[in-house]
């Protein structure tokens, strides 16, 4: 049986780390020093415990004419196993943080588990590679590709959420030796790409990005996402959720991305092969329910579970319910 326990068991580490007092030195079990200090404000104590596991790994691009290597950030699996990996992606403007309360009961399952940033948004080092090279929506794809071949190189079950979800399509239909199953979690999949905003003056993009990184903003986005959930932790749920825009190329990042059109694949729906499982909250203020049931009707191979009394992010909200309905999903029961 599923769980949802207080904490992660610590993961001890001997690297050069940042303490509370901002001091550099070698020390266990503390938050790495890529990340920004301002996670030391975060009280949640799943967000903090998987914050101290975020790792960047090399993987090697090719840019134009040239190779370089992005430190890339994601959380591996304590434990590699021949079976089939979940590999858990985040939605617009996220990080693998989003997955806090869902990771450790996956884990707990079983399941080798990796949650992985997609480039430009979470915890990567993109200091030595143009933010208008991270944007594209192929460049993403060519970089999960090539973490995938360097890393978990086994078909993996790829989880996406919100936004997430069209990333995950669109992985699976160009690179489908990769991908076994797909999970798709209020999905959004309709919408075509950024938009309008591809035609805004760049000095309108960076005030609107500006406003996207906001407090005020991001708590108002917390209320419509989630139900009932107190001021405290909407404002502990705002720190975790703005951590990554606070590195320092953040703005160029977002801004470049929604200058390059984003993600349209509204297209691919009919073409993705792998069997997949829809997952809605049945509450979802952004993107309507009604749509699991288009998204099931479209997909060659698809079932759907929604979630009652449930927003638009699930496996925050209720990640027992989200971890149940993935493990179950992967050993192929009922669920």
Sequence with gaps: MLGLRVGLAPIQSRSKCRNSTGEYGVCADVFPSFLPKEVERIKDPFARNMAKRIERLPVQLQVGIS???IMSSCVKPLVETQKNPVVLFHGFDSSCLEWRYAYPLLEEAGLETW???VLGWGFSDLERLPSCDVSHVASKRNHLYQFWRSYI???????????GAAVAIDFAVNH????????????SVYNEGTGERTKLPRIVSYAGVSLLKSIPLRLYANFLC???ISFTTSLDWTNVGRLHCLLPWWEDATVDFMNSGGYDVSSLIEQVKQ?????WGEDD?????????RLQCELPNAIVRQIPDCGHIPHVERPDHVAKLIVDFVRGSSC
């Design 67 to 69: 190779e370089k290597c």
């Design 115 to 117: 949650a992985v940033d």
């Design 153 to 163: 190189k086994k078909p993996m079950i790829l989880v996406g959420p919100s936004l």
């Design 176 to 187: 489908s030796e990769a991908v076994k199953h797909l999970v798709l979690i209020d999905a």
């Design 226 to 228: 989630f139900n009932n």
């Design 275 to 279: 069997e997949t499982l829809i997952i």
């Design 285 to 293: 203020k952004i993107i309507s329910s009604k749509l699991a049931m």
